[in-house]
C-alpha cells in the first residue's frame, strides 16, 4: 500500500529528468509514491580509461521489478553491479555520479562494501552454488554474518528455502551436495542463498539465461512472490520476461565513440513497462521492442 | 541533498548505515596482513641468497691469487690451487651426457606417450615414469656406481673404464635423472598442440609419422627447447650423483676425457664441505665454496630465465 | 582423373585402379620403425628403473633379513655389521617436522598473498617471477645460504666456536627454505583452479574476502595444497646436498643412538650435530668397504626409498581422486 506523501518526487535538486540522447526530458510518471532505493543519478561507469556507461539517471523504486533491457554490451549488467559494489572486485573500475541507496551515497568514504552486499544480494547468470550441501549453502549469509545457534541457522534455511519454491523439493535431503541439483533447482537455491541475508534488494543478473524454459517459468513466478518483500532488479536479454515480469524498464543501448571506435552503454528510456512496451517514446526503443534490431 | 529524496510510508526506517562490522573488519584487516608477510619472506629468501652468496664469495676475489687460479690445470684448495676451469670442464662434460642420454630417451618416451600410446598404455606407463622423478638423486648416484659403472660404460667402453667413477658414468646418472623432466614439459608442449592440427594433417592423407615430425613437433618446438634448457639447469646442478660416481674426491686435475674422474662445480662445492672442520679450514676454502656458488647460480639462473620464457610461449600460442 | 567417359571397359580400368589405390600399401616401414624407435626410447627408461629397483632390493634386502630390527635401531658405526640408521631416521624425521612447521605456513600465506590480496602491479610479477627462479636454483646452493645465515647466525645453541653449530635446526631450516617456492607455486596454481564465480557467489551473499577465501576458496583448493605439501616434504627428505654443506655428520657420533620413541621425539636434537637419511646414505656410498659401500648402503635407500615413494604415491592418488570428484 503506497501512501501520498505531497512532495514532488525524487530528481535531485528537482531538475526534470533527462533519457540520454534523444533528448526531451520526459515527466515522471505515478507511481512514484513508493519510496525509491535506489537513485541514480548521471552514474558513469568505468574499467580504467574505458568509459563503459555514461549518465545514466534512473530510479529504482521499493517493491517493484525495474527491468533493465538491452542488446549486449550496453552497460546493463555494469551499472547493475555497481548498485552493489561488485564492481569492486575488477581492478580499474570507478564511478562517477551519484548513486544512492536509501538517499546514502553507496561510494561514499565510509561505506563497506560488505555490508551493502548483506543489504543488496545478487543472483548471477550461470548458478554458483557452492560445493557443500544445500543446507550449507542457504545457511551461508547468516553463517558469515556470525549466527552460530542451529536452530536459528534451521529456521533462516527453511524460510529462505521456503521462499525460493525450493523447500518442498529438498526439505528430505538438506545435506546432499547441492552439485547433484538440477539447473533450475541450482538456481532457485542461489536466490535462497541471497535471501537467506534478509536482503532489501535482490539484483538479477539474466537468472535464466542458462535455463530451460519450464525453469525459466518457474523463476519468474518466484520473482512475482518475493516482489512485496524484496526490491528486485533485473538484467534480461528477454524482452518478453522484461514485460511480463517488470513494473518499470530501462532500455539500454550503445552508441560508438568516433575517436576511440569503442561502444559506450547509454540509457535511452525509463519509464513504466507498459509504456516502454506499448508506446515508447524513444524511435530506438520502439525498433528494439518490434525486433527491427538487436 | 540525500534526505530530502527519501519519502515513503511514516514508519520508514533511519537513514540507513553501511558502514559494517568493525569487528570483522579488523579481522579482515589483520589476516590481509599477515598474508603480506608471508609474501615478504619469500622475497626475502632471494635477497639473502645473493646476499650471502656475494658477501662470502667477495674475500675470494679480493684474496686469491689470480694467476694461480687461470694457470693451474688442477682444482686443490688445501694446496691453493683454484682452477676453476676444471670445474667447469667437469661439469660441461658430466651435462653434456647427461643431455645426450635424456634429449633421446625423454623426448622419445614423451612423443610415444602424447601421440602413440593407447589411454590404457598411458594410463600405466606414466605414472611410472614419474616415478623416476620422485627418487632421490643419491639412490641414483648408487646406482650409477653399482650398476651403471659395469654394465652401462663397462660394456661400451671397456673394462677398466667401468671400474669405479667417471664423467661418463656420472654423465648417465645425471641424464637418467633429469628424463623426467625432459619427459614432461615435452609431453605438455605437445599435448597443447590442438587436434584440430592433427587431424587437418590426416584429413590431407598423411600418416602418423608424418603428422607428428611435420605438424605437431614443430608446433610444440617452444615447449621442447624449454625442457631441453631447463634440463641443461638441472644437469648443471645436480651434486650428489656426481659427488658419489663422478670417480674424484677432493682434488681434480683438468680432463676433458669423459672416461676420467674428475670434480664438477657443485662435487667440489659439496667436498670442500665434507669432514669435520673443512669449512672452518684454513685457506680460502670457505671463500672458494661461495665462488663456485656464485658461479654455479649465474649458470642455473640465466638458463632458467630463459627456459622459462619458452614455457610461457608454449602457454600464450595456444 | 578422368573427367569424360572413356567407355565401360576404361570405366573399369578406372575403377581397379582407384581400388587398388584405396587398399594399397600397408606397409608403412618407415612408421612402424618410428613408433618402435619411440617406443624403445619409453621402454629403456623403464627398463632402467627397473634395473635401478632391482639392483637396490638385491644389495639391500639381505641386510633386513639378516639383521632386521638391529639395522633401524643401531647408529653410525666403524663397523658396517654394527652400523644402522636410526640417526639418520630421527634426523630426516625432524627435517620433515621443520619443513612443515617452517615452510607450509609462510609457503601456503605467500600463495594466498599473491592469488587473492595482491594487486596486479609489475612487483607482483616481481615477485612472481623470483618465487619461479628460485624455485630452480641447485639445491647445492641453498645449502650454502643455510650455512651462510643458519650456521653462522644461529648462536643461541652451545658453542662459541663454529663447530657446534652446525645443528639439525639449521639444516631444518635450509631445507623448509628450499622447498618455500614449490609450495608457494603448487599452492598459487590450485587457489587459481577455483572457479571465479564461487567466489563472486561468496562476495555477493556480503562475506569478506578473508570470509571467502575461507569458507570457498580454501576447501575448493585444499586437495591441491596438500598434495603440494606432500611432494615438497618428500623432496626435502630425500635432499643431500644442502645437508652437507650445512655440516651433517658421515663419520661418527654417539647422539641419539636407538629407534625408541623417546629418541624420536626429543627435540634437543635439533640442537646438535646431525645426520639424516641421504647424508647417510652419501657416506656410505663412498666408503671403500663393500659392506658399507653396497650393502648397507643399499639397505639404507631401500629405508629412505620406502617413505619417499610411499608419499608420492599418496600425493598421487589423492590428487586424481579429488579431480574425479571435481569434475562431476
Not at chain 1, 523504486?61 to 569492486?88: H, W
Request: charged share 20%; hydrophobic share 45%.
Amino acid at each position: 500500500m503506497t501512501e501520498s506523501t505531497g512532495t514532488p518526487t525524487v530528481t535531485p535538486a528537482g531538475a526534470p529528468l533527462r533519457q540520454g540522447l534523444g533528448g526531451e526530458p520526459r515527466d515522471r510518471a505515478p507511481h512514484d509514491d513508493l519510496p525509491v532505493v535506489f537513485e541514480v543519478g548521471d552514474l558513469s561507469a568505468y574499467y580504467g580509461a574505458f568509459r563503459a556507461v555514461r549518465e545514466v539517471t534512473l530510479d529504482v523504486r521499493q517493491r517493484e521489478i525495474t527491468a533493465f533491457i538491452g542488446p549486449s554490451g550496453c552497460g546493463k549488467t555494469t551499472v547493475l553491479r555497481c548498485f552493489n559494489r561488485m564492481n569492486d572486485l575488477i581492478p580499474g573500475a570507478r564511478t562517477e555520479g551519484t548513486l544512492n541507496f536509501r538517499g546514502v551515497p553507496l561510494y561514499g568514504p565510509d561505506v563497506d562494501p560488505v555490508e551493502v552486499r548483506r543489504r543488496i544480494g545478487m543472483v548471477f547468470q550461470k548458478p554458483n552454488p557452492f560445493p557443500k550441501s544445500i543446507y550449507d549453502n542457504a545457511a551461508y549469509g547468516p553463517r558469515v554474518f556470525g549466527t552460530r545457534k542451529r536452530s536459528e541457522l534451521d529456521a533462516v534455511v527453511e524460510e529462505s528455502l521456503t521462499k525460493a519454491a525450493l523447500w518442498d523439493e529438498v526439505k528430505d535431503r538438506l545435506r546432499d551436495s547441492a552439485m547433484g541439483l538440477s539447473g533450475g533447482q541450482q538456481q532457485r537455491l542461489c536466490i535462497a542463498r541471497t535471501i537467506a541475508t534478509r536482503p532489501e534488494v535482490v539484483l538479477m543478473d539474466e537468472p535464466c539465461s542458462a535455463l530451460d524454459p519450464i525453469a525459466t517459468a518457474r523463476i519468474e513466478d518466484l520473482m512475482q512472490e518475493i516482489k512485496d518483500e524484496f526490491t528486485i532488479v533485473i538484467v534480461t536479454h528477454n524482452m518478453q520476461q522484461a514485460a511480463r515480469v517488470s513494473d518499470a524498464t530501462a532500455f539500454f543501448s550503445t552508441e560508438v565513440n568516433p575517436e576511440s571506435d569503442r561502444r559506450t552503454g547509454v540509457l535511452i528510456e525509463f519509464d513504466r513497462t507498459e509504456t516502454i512496451f506499448s508506446n515508447p517514446a524513444d524511435e530506438r526503443t520502439e525498433n528494439y521492442i518490434t525486433g527491427r534490431f538487436g | 541533498m540525500a534526505t530530502d529524496t527519501l519519502t515513503g510510508p511514516p514508519s520508514s526506517p533511519p537513514p540507513v548505515d553501511l558502514s559494517g562490522d568493525p569487528r570483522r573488519h579488523r579481522r579482515e584487516r589483520a589476516m590481509g596482513a599477515l598474508f603480506l608477510a608471508s609474501a615478504g619472506a619469500s622475497l626475502l629468501v632471494s635477497t639473502l641468497i645473493v646476499v650471502s652468496l656475494f658477501s662470502n664469495g667477495w674475500r675470494f676475489f679480493t684474496e686469491v691469487d689470480w694467476p694461480r687460479v687461470y694457470d693451474s690445470n688442477a682444482w686443490n684448495p688445501r694446496q691453493g690451487s683454484f682452477s676453476i676451469t676444471t670445474l667447469l670442464a667437469g661439469s660441461v662434460i658430466v651435462t653434456g651426457v647427461a643431455i645426450l642420454v635424456a634429449a633421446p630417451l625423454g623426448l622419445g618416451a614423451a612423443v610415444y606417450l602424447s601421440e602413440y600410446a593407447r589411454p590404457r598404455v598411458r594410463a600405466v606407463l606414466k605414472p611410472i615414469l614419474e616415478v623416476l622423478a620422485a627418487i632421490p638423486s643419491v639412490v641414483l648416484g648408487f646406482f650409477a656406481l653399482q650398476w651403471i659403472a659395469p654394465n652401462v660404460v663397462g660394456t661400451f667402453f671397456g673394462d677398466e673404464a667401468g671400474r669405479g667413477g667417471s664423467m661418463m658414468t656420472a654423465g648417465i646418472g645425471v641424464g637418467l635423472l633429469t628424463i623426467p623432466l625432459v619427459a614432461s614439459v615435452s609431453e605438455d608442449a605437445m599435448r597443447a598442440v590442438p587436434d584440430s592440427l592433427r587431424q587437418a594433417s590426416a584429413g590431407l592423407g598423411a600418416r602418423k609419422r608424418a603428422t607428428t615430425l611435420r605438424v605437431v613437433l614443430p608446433a610444440a618446438v617452444s615447449g621442447i627447447v624449454a625442457a631441453l634448457i631447463l634440463a641443461t639447469s638441472r644437469a648443471i646442478g645436480e651434486t650428489m650423483v656426481v659427488f658419489i660416481a663422478g670417480g674424484a674426491s677432493d682434488t681434480a686435475r683438468f680432463t676433458t676425457d669423459p672416461l676420467d674422474g674428475t670434480l664438477t662445480m657443485t662435487a667440489a662445492m659439496a667436498s670442500l664441505a665434507v669432514g669435520t672442520d673443512n669449512v672452518v679450514g684454513g685457506g680460502l676454502t670457505i671463500e672458494a665454496l661461495y665462488f663456485v656458488g656464485i658461479v654455479l647460480f649465474a649458470f642455473t639462473l640465466t638458463l632458467n630465465v630463459i627456459g622459462n620464457r619458452f614455457v610461457r610461449r608454449v602457454r600464450q600460442v595456444y | 582423373m578422368a573427367l569424360t567417359t572413356i567407355g565401360s571397359s576404361g570405366e573399369a580400368a578406372v575403377q581397379g585402379s582407384v581400388a587398388a589405390a584405396l587398399r594399397g600399401r600397408r606397409a608403412d616401414v618407415g612408421g612402424r620403425a618410428f613408433e618402435l624407435g619411440l617406443l624403445a626410447a619409453l621402454l629403456i627408461c623403464l627398463l632402467l628403473l627397473g634395473a635401478l629397483m632391482y639392483s637396490v632390493l638385491a644389495d639391500g634386502l639381505p641386510v633386513y633379513t639378516e639383521r632386521g630390527w638391529d639395522f633401524l635401531d643401531r647408529g653410525l658405526s666403524r663397523r658396517a655389521g654394527r652400523a644402522g640408521i636410526s640417526q639418520g631416521l630421527i634426523g630426516s624425521f625432524w627435517i620433515a617436522v621443520s619443513v612443515v612447521a617452517i615452510s607450509f605456513p609462510l609457503g601456503i600465506g605467500a600463495a594466498v598473498y599473491l592469488e587473492e590480496y595482491a594487486p596486479r602491479t609489475r612487483l607482483t610479477s616481481f615477485i612472481e617471477l623470483n618465487i619461479r627462479n628460485l624455485a630452480g636454483v641447485p639445491s647445492v646452493v641453498y645449502g650454502l645460504l643455510g650455512l651462510a645465515i643458519f650456521v653462522k647466525a644461529m648462536s643461541g645453541f652451545a658453542g662459541a666456536d663454529g663447530v657446534d653449530r652446525r645443528t639439525l635446526a639449521a639444516a631444518g631450516a635450509t631445507l623448509a627454505v628450499l622447498v618455500l617456492p614449490i609450495i608457494i607455486i603448487t599452492t598459487a596454481e590450485a587457489l587459481r583452479s577455483v572457479p571465479q564465480s564461487l567466489r563472486e557467489g561468496a562476495y555477493g551473499v556480503g562475506a569478506t574476502r578473508w570470509e571467502v577465501i575461507r569458507t570457498v576458496v580454501l576447501p575448493y583448493a585444499a586437495p591441491g595444497i596438500f598434495t603440494g605439501a606432500l611432494l615438497s616434504i618428500a623432496r626435502a627428505v630425500g635432499e643431500a646436498a644442502p645437508l652437507i654443506v650445512v655440516g651433517a655428520v658421515t663419520g661418527f657420533s654417539s647422539r641419539g643412538v636407538g629407534l625408541s620413541m623417546g629418541n624420536v621425539l626429543d627435540p634437543s636434537a635439533l640442537g646438535e650435530r646431525f645426520t639424516a637419511m641421504p647424508a647417510l646414505v652419501t657416506a656410505w656410498a663412498k666408503l671403500p668397504q663393500e659392506e658399507f659401500k653396497v650393502d648397507n648402503t643399499a639397505a639404507a635407500i631401500i629405508g629412505m626409498l620406502v617413505f619417499v615413494l610411499l608419499i608420492n604415491s599418496i600425493a598421487i592418488v589423492l590428487r586424481n581422486r579429488f579431480e574425479r570428484k571435481r569434475s562431476l
